[in-house]
Nanobody
């Protein structure tokens, strides 16, 4: 059974950095792409960033380009989201999700989800 567990969320100030981790278990991690999504109450879950199975391809939402970096360590079965220059509008629950091989930006195309971790950025 596949399990994803996010960690690293918290309360930070505007301009600070934070790194989220997504620990994957239950299947060969190297066969899965990982997407990062975020959601605020009353809004749909939105794509933030993603990385393909090999780490050779990444994709970012325009709102985070140049500030966020997605990476993975297949030896540790873990994906990361490094967030820099954080803004109050980045406040959300952040989720990691997994699907076979290639990143997609649509949440319904992902098979497995973590429980989410709260990121709050104060001004």
């Amino acid at each position: 059974q596949v399990q994803l567990v996010e960690s690293g969320g918290g309360l930070v100030q505007s301009g600070d950095s934070l790194r989220l981790s997504c620990a994957f278990s239950g299947r060969p991690f190297s066969r899965y792409a990982v997407g990062w999504f975020r959601q605020v109450p009353g809004k749909e879950r939105e794509f933030v960033a993603g990385i393909n199975w090999s780490g050779g391809g990444t994709n970012y939402a325009d709102s985070v380009k140049g500030r966020f970096t997605v990476s993975r360590d297949n030896g540790k079965n873990t994906a990361y989201l490094q967030m820099s220059s954080l803004k109050p509008e980045d406040t959300a629950v952040y989720y990691c999700a997994a699907r076979p091989m290639v990143v997609q930006t649509t949440p319904t195309l992902y098979d497995y989800w973590g429980q989410g971790t709260q990121v709050t950025v104060s001004s």
